[in-house]
């Protein structure tokens, strides 16, 4: 099958590269591709495990998920209070792995690294402020 080349806005190499990691790129979405999508969706997998098992970007997924009112957008993160900064600096000065202060703090390990740098970013601040 040829690839599908109605892109007006991409460079050739651009678009060969897309279609090197997403193979399915810019090809029309068939019934079969749409069926794998809803089972993977009721799966719970995240949009880029979606993106890779269909070959596609993990945009045109979601795009395809809103289209068939599927998309379940993501909660917003619950803001960070001093009772939960004291808590995550106490830990990771014990010596907690990520994962575990992760696992504690009921976050995700990319938001508590995150915040742990933050942190060190205020106190530095304040340290050149005084």
Same mark, same amino acid.
């Given at each position: 099958?040829?690839? *599908?080349? *109605?892109?007006?806005?991409?460079?050739?190499? !651009?678009?060969?590269?897309?279609?090197?990691?997403?193979?399915?790129? *810019?090809?029309?979405?068939?019934?079969?591709?749409?069926?794998?999508?809803?089972?993977?969706?009721?799966?719970?997998?995240?949009?880029?495990? /979606?993106?890779?098992?269909?070959?596609?970007?993990? $945009?045109? &997924?979601? /795009?395809?998920?809103?289209e068939l009112g599927l998309y379940v957008k993501k909660?917003?993160?619950?803001?960070?209070?001093?009772?939960? $900064?004291?808590? &995550?600096?106490?830990?990771? !000065?014990?010596?907690?792995?990520?994962?575990?202060?992760?696992?504690?703090?009921?976050?995700?390990?990319?938001?508590?690294?995150?915040?742990?740098?933050?942190?060190?970013?205020?106190?530095?601040?304040?340290?050149?402020?005084?």
């Amino acid at each position: 099958m040829t690839p *599908n080349r *109605n892109t007006f806005f991409l460079p050739q190499e !651009k678009f060969e590269e897309l279609r090197q990691k997403y193979p399915h790129f *810019n090809d029309p979405w068939s019934a079969e591709d749409v069926e794998l999508l809803k089972e993977l969706a009721a799966q719970g997998l995240s949009r880029a495990e /979606m993106s890779a098992e269909l070959g596609r970007t993990q $945009n045109s &997924v979601k /795009m395809k998920l809103v289209e068939l009112g599927l998309y379940v957008k993501k909660p917003q993160a619950r803001p960070w209070t001093e009772d939960d $900064n004291k808590a &995550v600096v106490e830990m990771y !000065k014990a010596g907690m792995e990520l994962a575990d202060i992760a696992v504690e703090t009921g976050r995700s390990e990319r938001a508590v690294i995150a915040r742990l740098i933050k942190l060190y970013a205020d106190i530095f601040d304040k340290k050149e402020a005084v």
